[in-house]
């Protein structure tokens, strides 16, 4: 089956898509990469749904993706001594350490951490920002805060902390014991939540120690602000909107979009846009026109790929977001000005070999109306270095390793195939073009442009370009 799009879509699974019916329903609407959020997945669901998966991908003779999202460390209010409690504007409250009080005027927070981070002037979010409180002053156990937006708060609310960078790792207990298990079972992807600094990714990737990709999910300040060598460690980023909304002015989420995208294009890894993209649908079968546009423009400016939450996770119309997703990302990749602005804000070429010949097969492809690109990749990193293109011309990548095919399927453009390795250059070009007819990408006495590496089977050579005819 074979996608007429580039810009991937990944779904999240949960009460309303996690029976096998439903999975093949949303893989055939378009679903390229499944989210298992372990947040409320236990490691024995965790099994049965990459099982299944796994089985879907054997009956449609493709890969699949599956990124498992760690939950990370959730900042919460502990039990309120007398049940929800309204706060006033300009009102002055006490914030104390541990699960519970017995002043009913009190409110506790069982997180030590915040009690030694937070600094005077900073601001803490409670239930999604809707209400915010600046810090007055603290003690070692203990806070005082004015409110500055009031409103109902409830028990186990969660927290923000916008201003300060908490001591925090961000991986919890929790998240260690699911990340042995989702490492175990040989998953695709993970997922790091609430990232920090650089040191959040870096303890990850040893401990993943290649056997997935880690996605960074970029959702706190201090991210943003570490943006660059966040990147330089990370396999592929993730704009978080929701937390990232919340803890910065919703205002400057678009441009921080956009300048994220941006950096990860740059950098040639995978960047996916999260979060309210289609909300509406959680409870209606069409979008809001903004929801589409919202998508679209994600689309335009180059994203990998677009991601359900709620939509197809605990919604009512799971397949048709996913539809409804499939059919704005081909509309908008359809359109006449979508090619030249995505030319517009292609990077130049990094002074590289492989960069080089990148360059080189954009150029081809575009000035022989090539019909596609084949690339011969065994860890993926050339595909992935085509995809940074963005070049017209649909990219397959062929790959001896079922792992790397299933990772690459998060990448903007990439169709991706498992072949029996090869042996020398007459044998790459033969079965490139073969496969490429075989695919529907080409037809006889039509060009295809392949790359890869020469001597074969040397990790990180791209340094060949062979233009091939259909036979």
């Not at 879907?56 to 919460?76: A, E, H, M, T, W």
């Not at 806070?143 to 991986?171: H, Y």
């Not at 011969?376 to 649909?394: F, H, L, M, Q, S």
């Not at 903007?412 to 498992?418: A, E, K, M, P, R």
Request: net charge negative; glycine share 8%.
């Amino acid at each position: 089956m074979r996608r007429h799009r580039k810009t991937k879509i990944l779904a999240t699974i949960g009460p309303s898509s996690a029976s096998p019916h439903v999975l093949r329903a949303l893989f055939d609407a378009g679903v390229d990469v499944f989210r298992i959020n372990m947040s409320h997945t236990q490691h024995d669901r965790l099994a049965e749904l990459v099982t299944e998966l796994r089985s879907l991908s054997d009956q449609v003779g493709r890969p699949i993706g599956i990124l498992v999202d760690l939950q990370g460390p959730k900042i919460r209010l502990g039990t309120l001594p007398g049940g929800a409690r309204l706060l006033q504007e300009a009102e002055k409250i006490r914030l104390v350490l541990g699960e519970s009080s017995d002043d009913p005027a009190e409110i506790p927070i069982p997180h030590a951490e915040i009690f030694q981070a937070i600094k005077q002037k900073h601001a803490l979010l409670i239930d999604d920002g809707k209400i915010r409180l600046r810090l007055l002053r603290k003690g070692d156990d203990f806070a005082e805060a004015i409110v500055e937006v009031g409103g109902e708060i409830k028990n186990r609310k969660g927290v923000n902390m916008p201003d300060t960078l908490l001591p925090l790792s961000a991986m919890t207990p929790k998240d260690r014991r699911d990340l042995e298990a989702a490492l175990n079972i040989g998953v695709d992807w993970i997922a790091l939540s609430f990232v920090q600094r650089p040191e959040d990714v870096a303890e990850l990737k040893k401990i993943v120690a290649g056997r997935a990709g880690v996605l960074a999910k970029i959702e706190k300040p201090k991210a943003v602000k570490s943006l660059d060598q966040i990147l330089e460690l990370a396999d592929a980023l993730m704009v978080a909107r929701g937390d990232l909304g919340v803890e910065m002015p919703p205002e400057a989420v678009p441009g921080l979009q956009k300048q994220i995208i941006g950096a990860a294009r740059k950098a040639g890894k995978p960047v996916v846009v999260a979060t309210q993209m289609l909300e509406s649908m959680i409870h209606a079968p069409i979008p809001t026109r903004a929801e589409v546009s919202d998508v679209a423009n994600a689309v335009y400016q180059g994203a990998d790929a677009v991601m359900l939450s709620a939509e197809s996770a605990s919604g009512s119309y799971p397949v048709e977001a996913v539809q409804m997703m499939d059919r704005i990302a081909s509309a908008a990749e359809a359109e006449s000005s979508y090619q030249n602005i995505i030319d517009a804000t292609r990077a130049p070429p990094e002074a590289t070999i492989p960069d080089a010949i990148m360059a080189a097969v954009h150029e081809v492809t575009q000035t022989l109306h090539a019909r596609a690109i084949i690339c011969w990749t065994k860890t993926g990193n050339t595909a992935v270095r085509a995809a940074r293109e963005r070049c017209e011309a649909p990219i397959i990548a062929l790959t001896p390793s079922i792992e790397t095919a299933r990772r690459l399927c998060l990448v903007w453009g990439l169709h991706c195939l498992v072949a029996e390795d090869i042996h020398n250059l007459d044998e790459m070009v033969d079965r490139a073009v073969d496969l490429a007819q075989a695919e529907g990408f080409a037809a006889a006495g039509e060009r295809v442009v392949i790359t890869g590496g020469i001597p074969l089977g040397v990790t990180g050579s791209t340094n060949m370009l062979r233009v091939a005819v259909g036979r």
